[in-house]
Protein backbone atom coordinates (compact mmCIF):
# COMPACT_ATOMS: atom_id res chain seq x y z
CA UNK A 1 0.00 0.00 0.00
CA UNK A 2 1.57 3.28 -0.75
CA UNK A 3 4.60 3.92 -2.85
CA UNK A 4 8.17 3.13 -1.94
CA UNK A 5 10.71 5.92 -1.10
CA UNK A 6 12.59 6.32 -4.32
CA UNK A 7 16.61 7.89 -3.32
CA UNK A 8 19.87 6.85 -3.56
CA UNK A 9 21.63 5.80 -0.51
CA UNK A 10 23.05 8.81 1.92
CA UNK A 11 22.01 7.62 5.23
CA UNK A 12 19.16 6.81 7.93
CA UNK A 13 16.48 8.88 8.59
CA UNK A 14 17.23 12.46 10.11
CA UNK A 15 20.60 11.50 10.21
CA UNK A 16 21.33 14.62 11.46
CA UNK A 17 19.59 14.91 13.92
CA UNK A 18 18.89 13.74 17.31
CA UNK A 19 15.63 11.70 17.96
CA UNK A 20 14.10 14.48 19.76
CA UNK A 21 15.20 16.89 17.31
CA UNK A 22 14.10 15.26 14.44
CA UNK A 23 10.58 14.25 16.32
CA UNK A 24 10.29 18.35 16.68
CA UNK A 25 11.36 19.30 13.23
CA UNK A 26 8.21 16.57 11.35
CA UNK A 27 5.52 17.64 14.08
CA UNK A 28 6.24 21.30 14.33
CA UNK A 29 8.01 22.22 11.17
CA UNK A 30 6.91 24.07 8.12
CA UNK A 31 5.85 22.19 4.90
CA UNK A 32 7.79 24.04 2.39
CA UNK A 33 7.13 21.48 -0.66
CA UNK A 34 4.84 18.67 -1.19
CA UNK A 35 5.28 15.96 -4.26
CA UNK A 36 3.14 13.62 -5.01
CA UNK A 37 5.24 10.11 -5.74
CA UNK A 38 3.28 8.48 -9.15
CA UNK A 39 2.25 4.46 -8.80
CA UNK A 40 1.01 4.32 -5.10
CA UNK A 41 -2.90 3.20 -4.46
CA UNK A 42 -3.03 6.09 -2.30
CA UNK A 43 -1.78 9.77 -2.40
CA UNK A 44 1.54 9.11 -0.92
CA UNK A 45 3.67 12.81 -1.28
CA UNK A 46 7.34 13.54 -0.62
CA UNK A 47 7.14 16.46 1.59
CA UNK A 48 10.10 19.11 2.52
CA UNK A 49 10.57 20.29 5.97
CA UNK A 50 11.80 23.29 7.52
CA UNK A 51 12.39 24.16 10.80
CA UNK A 52 12.56 27.54 13.27
CA UNK A 53 16.76 27.30 13.05
CA UNK A 54 17.16 26.26 9.92
CA UNK A 55 17.17 22.22 10.20
CA UNK A 56 15.40 20.12 7.51
CA UNK A 57 14.48 17.20 6.55
CA UNK A 58 12.42 14.64 4.18
CA UNK A 59 9.05 13.06 4.75
CA UNK A 60 6.85 10.71 3.60
CA UNK A 61 3.35 12.40 3.82
CA UNK A 62 -0.12 10.03 3.56
CA UNK A 63 -3.19 12.79 3.96
CA UNK A 64 -5.83 10.72 5.31
CA UNK A 65 -8.03 12.32 2.73
CA UNK A 66 -6.20 10.61 0.04
CA UNK A 67 -6.44 7.30 1.39
CA UNK A 68 -8.54 5.07 -0.98
CA UNK A 69 -11.79 3.08 0.70
CA UNK A 70 -11.19 -0.29 1.25
CA UNK A 71 -13.68 -2.95 2.28
CA UNK A 72 -12.47 -4.36 5.31
CA UNK A 73 -10.45 -1.70 6.94
CA UNK A 74 -12.29 1.34 8.28
CA UNK A 75 -12.13 4.24 6.52
CA UNK A 76 -9.40 7.21 6.79
CA UNK A 77 -7.84 4.50 9.61
CA UNK A 78 -4.46 3.86 7.39
CA UNK A 79 -2.36 6.75 9.17
CA UNK A 80 -3.68 6.14 12.52
CA UNK A 81 -2.10 2.46 11.96
CA UNK A 82 1.24 4.27 10.02
CA UNK A 83 1.66 5.47 13.65
CA UNK A 84 0.82 2.96 15.66
CA UNK A 85 3.41 0.39 13.57
CA UNK A 86 6.03 2.95 14.61
CA UNK A 87 4.76 3.31 18.32
CA UNK A 88 4.67 -1.04 18.46
CA UNK A 89 8.35 -0.86 17.15
CA UNK A 90 9.71 1.35 19.46
CA UNK A 91 7.67 -0.03 22.25
CA UNK A 92 9.39 -3.46 21.16
CA UNK A 93 13.03 -1.76 21.42
CA UNK A 94 13.34 -2.34 17.62
CA UNK A 95 15.10 0.24 15.60
CA UNK A 96 12.49 -1.17 12.31
CA UNK A 97 9.84 1.54 11.43
CA UNK A 98 11.06 5.18 10.80
CA UNK A 99 9.94 7.89 12.91
CA UNK A 100 6.26 8.40 12.31
CA UNK A 101 3.88 11.47 13.47
CA UNK A 102 0.02 12.01 12.60
CA UNK A 103 -0.10 15.88 12.20
CA UNK A 104 -1.92 18.69 9.87
CA UNK A 105 -0.48 19.20 5.90
CA UNK A 106 -1.04 20.74 2.81
CA UNK A 107 -3.46 18.02 2.03
CA UNK A 108 -5.41 17.62 5.45
CA UNK A 109 -4.37 15.74 8.55
CA UNK A 110 -2.28 12.60 7.69
CA UNK A 111 0.96 10.33 8.75
CA UNK A 112 4.23 12.30 8.67
CA UNK A 113 7.21 9.44 8.45
CA UNK A 114 10.87 10.18 8.46
CA UNK A 115 12.15 9.77 4.94
CA UNK A 116 15.01 6.53 4.36
CA UNK A 117 18.20 7.22 1.80
CA UNK A 118 18.44 4.22 0.34
CA UNK A 119 19.04 2.59 -3.18
CA UNK A 120 15.87 1.42 -4.81
CA UNK A 121 17.93 -1.38 -5.97
CA UNK A 122 17.93 -3.19 -2.98
CA UNK A 123 15.37 -4.90 -1.30
CA UNK A 124 14.29 -8.05 0.71
CA UNK A 125 15.20 -10.30 -1.75
CA UNK A 126 18.88 -8.95 -2.51
CA UNK A 127 19.18 -8.48 1.12
CA UNK A 128 18.02 -10.86 2.92
CA UNK A 129 21.16 -13.19 2.70
CA UNK A 130 23.20 -10.49 4.25
CA UNK A 131 20.52 -9.65 6.89
CA UNK A 132 18.87 -12.67 8.37
CA UNK A 133 18.06 -11.52 11.89
CA UNK A 134 17.09 -8.27 10.80
CA UNK A 135 14.45 -10.11 8.67
CA UNK A 136 13.63 -12.33 11.35
CA UNK A 137 12.56 -9.91 13.74
CA UNK A 138 11.00 -7.86 10.66
CA UNK A 139 8.55 -11.33 10.50
CA UNK A 140 7.84 -11.53 13.93
CA UNK A 141 6.96 -7.62 14.21
CA UNK A 142 4.44 -7.96 10.77
CA UNK A 143 3.45 -11.39 12.66
CA UNK A 144 2.43 -9.14 16.10
CA UNK A 145 1.22 -5.95 13.74
CA UNK A 146 -0.32 -8.58 11.39
CA UNK A 147 0.52 -6.47 8.28
CA UNK A 148 -0.98 -7.69 5.03
CA UNK A 149 1.55 -5.81 2.59
CA UNK A 150 5.10 -6.50 3.07
CA UNK A 151 6.46 -6.43 -0.05
CA UNK A 152 10.11 -6.72 -0.98
CA UNK A 153 10.23 -3.08 -1.89
CA UNK A 154 8.84 -2.35 1.64
CA UNK A 155 12.22 -3.41 3.10
CA UNK A 156 14.94 -0.71 2.97
CA UNK A 157 19.06 -0.48 3.56
CA UNK A 158 20.08 2.48 4.53
CA UNK A 159 23.74 3.60 4.27
CA UNK A 160 24.56 3.32 7.71
CA UNK A 161 23.68 -0.61 7.70
CA UNK A 162 20.49 -0.45 9.28
CA UNK A 163 17.10 -2.29 7.54
CA UNK A 164 13.94 -0.35 7.71
CA UNK A 165 10.25 -1.73 7.14
CA UNK A 166 7.57 1.11 5.51
CA UNK A 167 4.61 1.34 4.35
CA UNK A 168 2.21 0.32 7.90
CA UNK A 169 -1.24 1.27 6.48
CA UNK A 170 -2.86 -2.21 6.81
CA UNK A 171 -2.05 -3.34 9.87
CA UNK A 172 -3.80 -3.97 13.31
CA UNK A 173 -7.20 -5.49 11.59
CA UNK A 174 -8.55 -8.05 14.11
CA UNK A 175 -8.90 -11.05 11.09
CA UNK A 176 -5.39 -12.66 10.14
CA UNK A 177 -3.91 -10.95 7.86
CA UNK A 178 -0.06 -11.19 7.39
CA UNK A 179 0.94 -11.34 3.89
CA UNK A 180 4.29 -11.03 3.60
CA UNK A 181 7.23 -11.98 1.21
CA UNK A 182 9.50 -13.32 4.31
CA UNK A 183 8.55 -16.98 3.95
CA UNK A 184 12.40 -18.10 4.41
CA UNK A 185 12.34 -18.98 7.95
CA UNK A 186 8.79 -20.84 8.17
CA UNK A 187 8.40 -23.33 10.71
CA UNK A 188 11.83 -22.62 12.26
CA UNK A 189 12.55 -21.90 15.90
CA UNK A 190 12.43 -17.86 16.45
CA UNK A 191 15.95 -16.47 18.12
CA UNK A 192 15.82 -16.08 21.77
CA UNK A 193 17.10 -12.51 21.34
CA UNK A 194 13.69 -11.97 19.51
CA UNK A 195 11.67 -14.01 21.98
CA UNK A 196 13.14 -11.84 25.16
CA UNK A 197 12.02 -8.62 23.07
CA UNK A 198 8.63 -9.98 23.29
CA UNK A 199 8.73 -11.39 26.37
CA UNK A 200 9.64 -8.08 27.86
CA UNK A 201 7.35 -6.38 25.80
CA UNK A 202 4.29 -8.12 27.27
CA UNK A 203 3.78 -6.52 30.54
CA UNK A 204 4.16 -3.07 28.36
CA UNK A 205 1.12 -4.53 26.68
CA UNK A 206 -0.79 -5.28 29.40
CA UNK A 207 -0.71 -1.95 31.66
CA UNK A 208 -0.56 0.38 28.59
CA UNK A 209 0.77 3.07 30.22
CA UNK A 210 3.72 5.12 29.00
CA UNK A 211 4.18 6.04 25.06
CA UNK A 212 2.62 2.05 24.39
CA UNK A 213 -1.05 4.07 25.97
CA UNK A 214 -0.95 5.85 22.95
CA UNK A 215 -1.98 2.64 21.16
CA UNK A 216 -5.25 3.40 22.78
CA UNK A 217 -6.12 6.17 20.57
CA UNK A 218 -4.64 4.61 17.53
CA UNK A 219 -6.76 1.04 17.33
CA UNK A 220 -9.92 0.22 18.53
CA UNK A 221 -10.23 -1.87 21.38
CA UNK A 222 -10.78 -5.19 19.62
CA UNK A 223 -7.90 -4.59 17.08
CA UNK A 224 -5.99 -3.84 20.67
CA UNK A 225 -7.26 -7.84 22.06
CA UNK A 226 -5.96 -9.50 18.77
CA UNK A 227 -3.07 -7.61 19.14
CA UNK A 228 -2.29 -9.47 22.67
CA UNK A 229 -3.69 -12.40 21.15
CA UNK A 230 -1.11 -12.75 18.66
CA UNK A 231 1.65 -11.87 21.24
CA UNK A 232 0.42 -15.01 23.57
CA UNK A 233 0.52 -17.06 20.33
CA UNK A 234 4.17 -16.18 19.39
CA UNK A 235 5.18 -16.95 22.96
CA UNK A 236 3.20 -20.29 23.12
CA UNK A 237 4.52 -21.43 19.98
CA UNK A 238 8.01 -20.08 19.53
CA UNK A 239 8.52 -20.92 15.72
CA UNK A 240 7.90 -18.84 12.73
CA UNK A 241 4.49 -19.13 11.05
CA UNK A 242 4.29 -21.89 8.27
CA UNK A 243 3.92 -21.00 4.77
CA UNK A 244 -0.33 -21.93 4.56
CA UNK A 245 -0.55 -19.93 7.84
CA UNK A 246 -0.09 -16.81 5.77
CA UNK A 247 0.01 -15.75 2.67
CA UNK A 248 1.99 -12.97 -0.04
CA UNK A 249 0.75 -9.58 -0.92
CA UNK A 250 0.92 -8.62 -4.92
CA UNK A 251 2.89 -7.49 -6.60
CA UNK A 252 5.50 -8.94 -4.52
CA UNK A 253 7.78 -6.30 -5.08
Given at each position: ?13 G ?34 V ?16 GE ?58 T ?30 L ?81 R?L ?12
Amino acid sequence: MGTKHSRESTGGPGRHLSAKALSSLLEHGRITSCDLLPGGSNYVFVAQVLGENGEACRAIYKPRDGENPLWDFPSGSLCLRERAAYVLAQALGWRLVPLTIVRGGPHGVGSMQAFVDHDPRRHYFTLRDEHPLEFQRMFVFDWLANNADRKASHCLLSSDGAIWGIDHGLTFHVAPKLRTVIWDFAGLPIPAPILTDVEQFVPKLEALEGPIAELCTLLRSDELAALKQRLEVILTRRRFLDVHEGGVPWPWL
